[in-house]
């Protein structure tokens, strides 16, 4: 069966620091990949989504970027967080129909 | 771009009675119409979803409708119990990706 992998479930970083959040898959092949960023109390906002390796649609013109390094490994960074950063963070994927969402990352910049 | 509305942003009904929100979309060729349940602080999760070729789905006290001709489709629960208190998510793919473009929401809260 599939699984996916999101890490950490909480960080809190201060203002002006990198960024780098993982997510992986296992069980399938070549899926859709997506990271979302979710205010408190708000929707889902695309930030990247992602087709194949090295393939990356940005969704949101922001400070932060995505790297798809291998078929199941899509990665979020910053090179310098901004309060406006904080939220929650989710990784998902999909082949095409139902998307399965990851834990989520609490991100919190001080 | 495309889109799609939810509503009402919020909703509140006695436990024991139904609760039923409401999507509209924009594109024509959408196909694939979930609906997802987030807890608080939790991830969302599927609890339903319908495809184009069926105008309705029921799954226990769950149930979509889906109305091609109009572009809206709704969620319907009935006889709702206090677990049933969440955020729902509803959204219709694009694209031969079958990206999803999401609602904005819905926090449902059964009263006791």
């Known amino acids: 069966s599939q699984t996916i992998h999101q890490w950490p479930a909480t960080l809190v970083q201060p203002v002006g620091s990198p960024l780098s959040l993982e997510c992986t898959v296992e069980?399938?092949?070549?899926?859709?990949l997506y990271w979302y960023r979710q205010a408190a109390g708000r929707g889902l906002q695309l930030l990247f989504y992602?087709?194949?390796?090295?393939?990356i649609s940005s969704e949101v013109p922001q400070n932060l970027s995505a790297s798809r390094p291998q078929d199941r490994q899509f990665i979020l960074s910053s090179k310098k967080l901004l309060l406006s950063d904080s939220g929650f963070y989710l990784c998902?994927?999909?082949?095409?129909?139902?998307?399965?969402f990851g834990q989520g990352t609490r991100l919190t910049v001080v | 771009g495309e889109n799609v509305e939810q509503h009402p942003s919020t909703l509140s009904v006695q436990e024991g009675d139904s609760a039923v929100i409401k999507c509209t979309y924009s594109d024509s060729a959408s196909n694939y119409f979930p609906w997802y349940k987030q807890e608080l602080g939790k991830r969302p999760q599927l609890i339903i979803d319908i495809r184009s070729n069926v105008g309705e789905k029921k799954d226990q006290r769950i149930a979509v409708t889906l109305n091609k001709t109009a572009k809206h489709f709704s969620l319907h629960i009935t006889e709702t119990q206090p677990e049933d208190s969440a955020v729902y998510f509803c959204?219709?793919?694009?694209?031969?990706?079958?990206?999803?473009?999401w609602g904005a929401g819905t926090k449902l809260i059964i009263k006791p």
């Open positions: 992602s087709v194949g390796i090295g393939q």
């Open positions: 959204a219709a793919s694009i694209g031969s990706n079958y990206q999803l473009i």
């Open positions: 069980g399938t092949s070549n899926p859709n």
């Open positions: 998902a994927w999909s082949a095409g129909g139902e998307a399965f």
